[in-house]
DNA sequence: AGCACGCCGACT
DNA sequence: GTCGGCGTGCTC
């Protein structure tokens, strides 16, 4: 009988799959799709994963070569997530390899076991016991616990001798007791201690959380994918947590994915107060083997719940019960480098596989999810806040009738100084970070490029430098202009620049900014976040890191410096940013008794955009902004694919996409591929970026599946392009930055 | 991506 | 005479 094909996924930025013999001494059955193993790849040994067995190969027996390792004994991933992986790769079109590297936790990666493991003991058959002296009492301790030739771990040995870890360093020294690993066995608890746990009562829910969490009780054990709706304030955490606590009853865990910026030493304070060390999170700041710990975790069943940003879509999950992501609109579940997914789409995805619903939530809902929710119906909603807070009134201020003095409009600073004297707290949103914009020089009208990106300099003025917030770039801050050496002036307003002017107008008033330049760290966030909750800080003023997340209870006033910024982009998706923006920011204000303010300074007060937002809120801005969608052919009616390429000069680059255009019109020609548009090739907005530059090619297409075929057909062709050889290219499915 | 091979410039 | 620059090609 022939030895069976091992078809093996690498790490490697390989669009296929390597075949191999089995490893030595193997027993076939051992090789399960699943299972990681070392094998040789070219001059190098790499970590690759069984995805299939077969009895066939094209390979010429002379290149097959075998396995050399096989590292684990049962499969790292169940049936459903080997199988969502599969999809994700198939999907965004990216190598398998590297999309089983970037579902695994980094140790995983490099071959450390997928069970935590621990030490063993025992005696040799072959051991001599005789030659161990009498007077060695405290080897013969430890012998006579070892005496029934069995492994012992740490656990049957403690007892034997105050050191028993130096008698079995000299035993194993003497051949006469081996060691070993062995994986350490972990029980699944099923009974439920929801609940049990919390210090502080519980919190009543109101009729629409009693109902929203009806529904999704009704929903547990099959797939549906809810929509959570929930203006800020309207207890969405406390859904969620309900929702867990009945998970729980049901002995299957929950996973719950939020953006890094909402994972919030308050937030996790809440799931932990509630279900104690059930919880695991996987972010950021974990280390690596504290991260394959939570994974572990996970994947045993050990952790009931688990907490994390993007990457954890791909954790492993004994017995899955319920995934939610939370702030479901928010651009970080979109991955934007390398494997481009969502992990948003992928959860959906992985919660049909699982047959368990999926919970969206957001107070800003993606116009994607909206869409799907309206269409199936399972749209549960939120609309008042809980408990006595009102929502906020907004009102826009027209630039044009009022003018602003560094930013800020005469009836913005009458009301920051009402709020002020009334003992409240302003927040004051500003998209923009550093002191100004531009760098100017109005003699000769010359303003201070990036050497290396299409873009001006920003002025940092406190660092004294001149910053790209495209590539980094730095440079000494200048006061005269170098061409006509005029003085040069800062022109347009940052976070910076309006602090500045904040501490001016209001002496009296203690200031806090909060974007990437004033926190650099994550511990001097929670130092300011926690000034602000004992109303240390009167005013506030920061970017989307202040808007994300965060509770201001005493805030009564917001202000949303330049609503404008959104209003006339050419990306199709900037209109429904600048929705979720407003609404977000606005949201802070008034959480507890007193109504909150919110004033939008605007030069274009009667844009349809804000119009609608201020008239018929966030859900008759997206009726408007999906009947546009659906006119201009813009997703969620279409589906979109990317081509970037990038190069040392933009000629290649945009001959490169002209032949990749042409290779898909001869592919559509051939097939019936009806309702798939062509677009471009054309210069990215900001050509060059980092001295590189960089151009689109956008396919748009009627539907998914179609968009699929053509690029499973397109991409294999763009390989094999003479012009792909000077260029760095990528694709990018679904994508939500169209530059 | 690695990792090699390969063919032209500044150094012990 | 070599060390080493990164273009090109391959990995079962």
Request: proline letters at 6%.
């Amino acid at each position: 009988m022939p030895e069976p094909i091992l078809r093996i996924a690498v790490d490697t930025p390989l669009r296929r799959v390597f075949d191999y013999l089995p490893a030595k001494n193997c027993s076939a059955n051992a090789l399960q799709p699943g299972i990681r193993v070392w094998v040789p790849l070219g001059r190098r040994r790499a970590l690759g994963m069984i995805v299939a067995r077969t009895t066939h190969t094209d390979i010429p027996a002379s290149k097959l070569r075998r396995i050399d390792t096989v590292i684990d004994d049962e499969p790292l991933f169940d049936s459903v997530l080997f199988g969502l992986l599969q999809f994700a790769s198939d999907y965004y079109r990216h190598p398998i390899g590297e999309v089983f590297a970037a579902a695994m936790p980094g140790l995983l990666g490099k071959g450390a076991p997928v069970n935590a493991q621990h030490s063993v003991w025992r005696l040799r058959s072959d051991a001599s016991i005789a030659d161990i002296p009498k007077r060695a009492t405290r080897l013969h301790a430890v012998l006579h616990a070892l005496n029934d030739h069995q492994w012992h771990d740490e656990h049957a040995l403690a007892d034997s001798h105050a050191d028993w870890r130096g008698a079995l360093r000299d035993l194993v020294q003497r051949g006469v007791v081996e060691t070993s690993r062995q994986a350490t066995s972990t029980t699944l608890e099923i009974a439920s201690n929801a609940g049990a746990l919390e210090a502080v009562p519980i919190p009543q829910l109101n009729a629409a959380q009693q109902q929203t969490l009806q529904n999704i009780t009704a929903a547990l054990g099959s797939f549906h994918t809810l929509l959570l709706h929930g203006v800020t304030g309207s207890g969405k955490t406390e859904v969620y947590l309900r929702a867990i606590a009945q998970v729980l009853e049901r002995g299957e865990q929950a996973l719950v994915l939020a953006p890094e910026i909402a994972l919030t030493p308050q937030l996790l304070t809440r799931f932990t107060a509630r279900f104690g060390d059930a919880v695991v999170v996987l972010h950021s700041a974990l280390n690596d083997s504290e991260r394959l710990n939570a994974w572990r975790a996970a994947r045993t069943g050990q952790a009931r719940i688990v907490i994390g940003t993007r990457s954890a879509i791909f954790t492993a999950l004994a017995k899955p019960g319920l995934i939610i992501i939370d702030e479901e609109h928010d651009a970080s579940y979109k991955q934007q480098e390398g494997f481009r997914y969502s992990a948003r789409d992928l959860g959906i995805a992985r919660a049909q596989r699982h047959g368990i619903p999926v919970l969206l939530g957001s107070a800003t809902p993606s116009l994607e999810t909206l869409q799907r929710a309206r269409q199936t119906g399972n749209l549960l909603s939120l609309p008042q806040r809980a408990g006595e807070a009102q929502p906020p009134t907004l009102k826009l201020i027209d630039l044009r009738q009022h003018g602003a003095t560094q930013g800020l409009s005469t009836p913005v600073m009458m009301r920051i100084r009402e709020h002020l004297d009334a003992g409240h707290q302003v927040l004051l949103y500003l998209n923009r970070r550093g002191f100004a914009p531009v760098l100017f020089c109005p003699s000769c009208g010359w303003s201070a490029p990036c050497a290396r990106c299409d873009a001006r300099l920003t002025v940092h003025k406190r660092q004294h430098k001149l910053v790209c917030h495209h590539c980094g770039h730095e440079q000494p801050l200048r006061n005269e202009c170098p061409s006509c050496h005029a003085e040069v002036k800062p022109v347009g307003q940052g976070t910076e620049r309006i602090e500045e002017t904040l501490a001016q107008l209001y002496p009296d008033a203690p200031l806090a900014r909060i974007d990437r330049d004033s926190i650099s760290r994550k511990g001097e966030l929670d130092a300011v976040l926690a000034r602000i909750q004992q109303r240390e800080v009167k005013l506030l003023v920061g970017t989307q890191m202040v808007s994300k997340g965060h509770h201001f209870p005493h805030v009564t006033l917001v202000v949303i410096l330049d609503a404008d910024q959104g209003l006339f982009s050419a990306d199709f998706r900037a209109s429904e940013r600048l929705a979720q923006s407003i609404v977000q920011v606005a949201g802070r204000a008034g959480r507890e008794t007193h109504a909150g303010e919110v004033l939008i300074q605007t030069e274009y007060p009667d844009h349809p955009l804000l119009q609608q937002l201020l008239n018929a809120g966030y859900e008759g801005f997206a009726d408007a902004a999906l009947a546009e969608r659906e006119a201009a052919h813009w997703p969620p009616f279409t589906r979109l694919a990317l081509l970037r390429a990038e190069a040392n000069d933009l000629g290649k680059a945009l001959q490169f996409l002209r032949d990749t255009r042409t290779a898909a019109q001869h592919i559509k020609h051939g097939k019936q591929y009806s309702g798939i548009q062509v677009l471009g090739p054309a210069p990215a907005p900001m050509t060059r970026k980092a001295g590189v530059h960089r151009a689109h090619l956008l396919l748009q297409s009627d539907s998914a599946k179609t968009l699929q075929a053509l690029l499973a057909a397109l991409i294999p062709k763009m390989d094999e392009l003479p012009s792909a050889k000077s260029v760095r290219w990528s694709v990018d499915v679904d994508p939500i930055e169209l530059f």
